[in-house]
């Protein structure tokens, strides 16, 4: 997609929002963990989305979409701070690794997932006014780490999905000729 905003781009960025607030409403009623903080994060599925099949203003516009969004649905100005710390820290390193080579989906998940956890804590230290609350930091990133691992496989599974060119097609067999024969 280019940054053009043509009809098409913004029924797209319509779409890919509904689908991240619904992932997010979704995560929202069901605690898939005991971890106070810890999501699976699976609205990030959506970001990735964007950021490998559409284009960066694309993914910038949509996390801030998603966070404002979900703030006033589903959370308060806390949240949405929170969120919205996490969302531009992820979506930063998602956008840098996903320039990296050899990284794969799931590398760029786990990074941005990791990055969305620092950024929330250190905003934590100073709504809290403590930095006691670092010694929560092992923890998060752990969670990070099997998060990212979890949405990453969901965007990769997805986008095959999603946008079959966007998996390599095995390449075509070649048919043998039938050789000549010479006369006898």
């Known amino acids: 997609m280019n940054t053009r905003w043509n009809a098409s781009a913004i029924a797209k960025l319509g779409l890919l929002t509904a689908v991240a607030l619904v992932l997010g409403y979704f995560e929202h009623l069901l605690p898939v963990t005991g971890i106070p903080g810890v999501k699976l994060g699976l609205a990030n599925t959506v970001l990735l989305y964007a950021l490998y099949l559409l284009d960066v203003p694309s993914a910038i516009l949509l996390m801030i979409l998603k966070v404002g969004l979900s703030g006033l649905l589903f959370g308060g100005v806390a949240a949405m701070l929170y969120s919205f710390a996490g969302g531009v820290a992820s979506l930063l390193v998602m956008i840098l690794a996903r320039r990296a080579k050899g990284l794969s989906v799931i590398g760029v998940s786990i990074l941005g997932a990791t990055a969305h956890n620092v950024a929330q804590l250190i905003v934590a230290c ?41 998996v390599k097609a095995p390449e075509p067999t070649r048919k043998k000729k039938p050789e000549k024969r010479s006369p006898s």
């Open 126 to 166: 100073f709504v809290v006014e403590t930095r006691a609350i670092l010694a929560y930091l092992p923890v998060l990133l752990l969670a990070a780490a099997v998060t990212g691992i979890l949405t990453g496989l969901i965007a990769r599974y997805t986008f095959r999905g999603l946008n079959p060119k966007a």
